[in-house]
């Protein structure tokens, strides 16, 4: 059962309009909800088909319009735990909130996963210096999660045989 003192993580990453930008948020949100995390996703209470295709504004007037999330997002970073940032392919555009993100959290000392095999990423040493863990994939990087948060330790079922040797 989730509660307020559930431990949180903020589900940091690139935000489009696309789909594949938007569905890990919901499948990490539900795995960790297993294992009694919370998380803080910047898209909650937003529309995708209300976002221009960059998911940098909405296409009509909303709240959250003009930048209007940028200040939620920090106070997010801030009352979270850890921090998941997920950068599975190479963006159409720099997402250059997402490491915003990954600075504020920095700075925070807040714990910072990513999940990432792109070289442009993982070798980087802004990333791979700061981060707590790098994964090379989702999977790997919920069960951090779950084994740095969670109140119970993973089982070895599904885990794989080697977890990556990134960081």
């Keep these: 059962m989730l509660t307020n003192h559930s431990p949180t993580v903020y589900l940091c990453g690139t935000i489009t309009t696309d789909p594949k930008y938007l569905n890990w948020r919901t499948e990490t949100e539900e795995k ?3 294992w009694g995390i919370n998380a ?9 088909s209300q976002w221009s295709s960059d998911g940098l504004d909405s296409i009509q007037p909303t709240i959250y319009d003009r930048g209007g999330f940028v200040d939620r997002d920090y106070r997010d970073v801030r009352r979270c735990d850890a921090v998941l940032v997920m ?4 963006p159409d555009r720099q997402s250059i909130g997402t490491w ?16 990432s095999d792109l070289p442009e990423v993982i070798q980087h040493p802004f990333i791979w210096k700061r981060a707590a863990r790098i994964c090379p994939t989702l999977e790997e990087a919920q069960l951090y999660l ?4 969670g109140e119970h330790q993973p089982c070895n ?6 977890l ?3 960081h």
């Design 87 to 90: 950068f599975f392919e190479p």
């Design 146 to 149: 779950q084994f740095l948060l």
């Design 40 to 48: 803080l996703s910047p898209i909650r209470g937003k529309t995708a």
């Design 32 to 34: 960790l909800a297993t």
């Design 164 to 166: 990556g040797d990134a």
């Design 100 to 115: 915003v993100e990954f600075g504020w959290a920095d700075e925070m000392r807040k714990p910072i996963v990513v999940a």
């Design 157 to 162: 079922t599904g885990i794989p045989e080697k």
